[in-house]
Each structure stands twice: as C-alpha cells, then as structure tokens.
C-alpha cells in the first residue's frame, strides 16, 4: 500500500489543523492505521492509531484531548484531527499501516509510511 499524507502548513498557537492520509495500491480496511511526528533532532513519536473498523482508538498522552484520529475505509483515507495546537507540535507528520493485530505505538511495528507532511506552530 502507498500512503500519501498532506493538509500540513503554517498555523498559530490554538489553532487547529486536519492531516489526511490517503492510501492506494490496497483497501486500508486492512491495516491498524497510525499516525507520528518527529521534530528536528528528535526521535520519532507516536501520536495515535485507529483499528480497521475505526471502533476503537489509541492516543499519545501528549496529545490526549487535542488530536483525534479517524478513517473512511471508503475513501481509503485517514485523518488526523488537530485542534489547540503548541509550538511544540511542530514536526513533521507521518502516517503509517500496521497489517498486525494488536495496535503499537512502536515505530518499528508499522509496515508502510507516507512521505510526511510538515506542520509549523507559531507562538
């Protein structure tokens, strides 16, 4: 499966923004979906992930309450909502399929990763 993320930019503190990540090549009904995030000079980071059916998620507590995941297996798409952003959000984001069982939150548990998108937080 090819992933493609975009819907990343520029964007105030307390602002909000929608990632999206579009898949083809495969039906994503067939992959745990996740999303990361890393900074310059930073290791990767999980964020969230998101079951097959969509009927169950998992969250970072770092962004607990903010972002929330969710995906259209019809579109083939999965998404990454995110709202009262920090300066410290700023990285750039990945998307990621898992064709496991279990839901991880190790970077080295996905099987498939989309090019990135970058997302910048002013203060």
């Known amino acids: 499966v090819q992933l493609q993320a975009s819907g990343g930019g520029l964007v105030q503190a307390g602002g909000s923004l929608r990632l999206s990540c579009a898949a083809s090549?495969?039906?994503?009904?067939?992959?745990?979906m996740g999303w990361f995030r890393q900074a310059p000079g930073k290791e990767r980071e999980f964020l969230a992930a998101?079951?097959?059916?969509?009927?169950?998620?998992f969250y970072a507590d770092s962004v607990k309450g903010r972002f929330t995941v969710t995906r259209d297996n019809a579109k083939n798409t999965v998404y990454l909502q995110m709202n009262s952003l920090k300066p410290e959000d700023t990285a750039v984001y990945y998307c990621?399929?898992?064709?496991?069982?279990?839901?991880?939150?190790?970077?080295?548990?996905?099987?498939?990763w989309g090019q990135g998108t970058l997302v910048t937080v002013s203060s």
């Open positions: 990621a399929a898992d064709h496991g069982v279990l839901i991880t939150a190790s970077p080295s548990g996905y099987d498939y």
């Open positions: 090549g495969r039906t994503i009904s067939s992959y745990i």
């Open positions: 998101i079951r097959r059916s969509g009927g169950s998620t």
